[in-house]
């Protein structure tokens, strides 16, 4: 990870998608696959989930999967989720041993585990609405994390804790290293140290899953930048503009978690309601990024067709709210008037 002044200039290519398959090969076992995988975990599961709220404490576990057992390292994460809204943490899995060459979670050190957060039958739907956030910007650019399914069953003491559907998310530095990459790690930045292409993206995306709850320029925190997104930054000496990665999509309008909470400072009502967060200096790229966006219809609505499990119900609400999402970019007057004249 490389440490940044806060003034940068912004000048990166986007990406071909030649070069991102290029890349693939440098995909880490457990994302090279999209079947979902079937996962037991065992471990002090009750006194994780009871101390969630207070402590990320990390205890002994044993994960087993595909014809493998491994000791792992569990604790609870994350803050607004961990603290607030889940009946079930959001989970870290830390291998403290190295792999084998044939292990499916080989090169993997700590990982983020999405779970399902709410105990009643219908978590597993906001699981999946929440993986096809992931899909979607996997769709936008290579310049995303990963995602896998798991079905986990969580044992503790011999006893069936619960089976919920979960999902793997790609780590930070596997991410950049699969894109030739790295992390950053910088207090805060100016939108002028962002590359521009990159960045006008990630504002289209987050409003066509209406997901406001992000920063790409500044933290929670000081030395924590960004909010629910990372910075990545070519190797080569001289590089200058960072790509922001979002992640942490379950308080956008495509999820429409019951606990996601609105942000009233925005003027917005509904977690559903759509509210632009670009900045003003990137409009000029946005025609043709939405353009593209409109190009690649057919690929998003093949993604969330793609999900497995999720049910009619919830696969028609992601698909139309896909759909307005497409209406308010029909043209260049349309993205200016619902988007562009919001631009921060």
């Not at 803050?79 to 889940?86: G, I, Y």
């Not at 960045?199 to 629910?228: E, S």
Request: some cysteine; glycine content about 4%.
């Amino acid at each position: 990870m490389r440490t940044f002044p806060i003034a940068l200039a912004a000048a990166l290519a986007l990406p071909s998608v030649a070069n991102a398959q290029e890349t693939a090969g440098k995909v880490t076992p457990l994302f090279a696959e999209d079947a979902v995988l079937e996962v037991t975990i065992t471990g002090p599961i009750k006194q994780i989930v009871r101390k969630a709220k207070r402590s990320t404490d990390a205890y002994p576990a044993i994960l087993a999967t595909a014809g493998e057992t491994l000791p792992i390292e569990l604790s609870a994460r994350g803050l607004s989720r961990r603290q607030k809204s889940c009946r079930f943490p959001p989970l870290r899995v830390k291998f403290p041993e190295t792999k084998a060459d044939g292990s499916l979670f080989r090169k993997q050190g700590s990982i983020k585990l999405v779970t399902h957060c709410l105990t009643r039958s219908s978590a597993e739907q906001l699981v999946l609405r929440e993986y096809a956030a992931y899909r979607l910007f996997n769709v936008a650019t290579p310049k995303s994390h990963m995602v896998r399914l798991a079905q986990i069953t969580y044992v503790d003491e011999g006893e069936v804790v619960d089976r919920k559907l979960g999902f793997f998310i790609e780590d930070t530095d596997d991410t950049a290293r699969r894109l030739g990459m790295e992390e950053v790690d910088v207090d805060r930045i100016s939108p002028r140290s962002l590359d521009r292409q990159d960045a006008a993206r990630y504002a289209l995306f987050q409003y066509m899953i209406g997901n406001t709850d992000w920063a790409m320029i500044v933290g929670p925190k000081p030395g924590d930048c960004c909010h629910n997104s990372k910075l990545l930054q070519a190797k080569e000496p001289g590089s200058t503009g960072m790509t922001p990665v979002p992640y942490d999509f379950d308080s956008s309008g495509i999820v429409d978690a019951p606990y996601a909470e609105v942000n009233e400072t925005l003027g917005i009502r509904d977690v559903k309601q759509r509210k632009y967060r670009g900045f003003c200096q990137f409009n000029d790229l946005m025609p043709s990024l939405a353009a593209r966006f409109r190009a690649q219809r057919t690929d998003f609505e093949s993604a969330i067709a793609a999900i497995p499990r999720l049910d009619a119900e919830n696969r028609a609400q992601v698909r139309d709210y896909l759909a307005s999402f497409f209406a308010d970019i029909a043209d260049d007057a349309a993205l200016q008037k619902n988007l562009l004249d919001d631009c921060r």
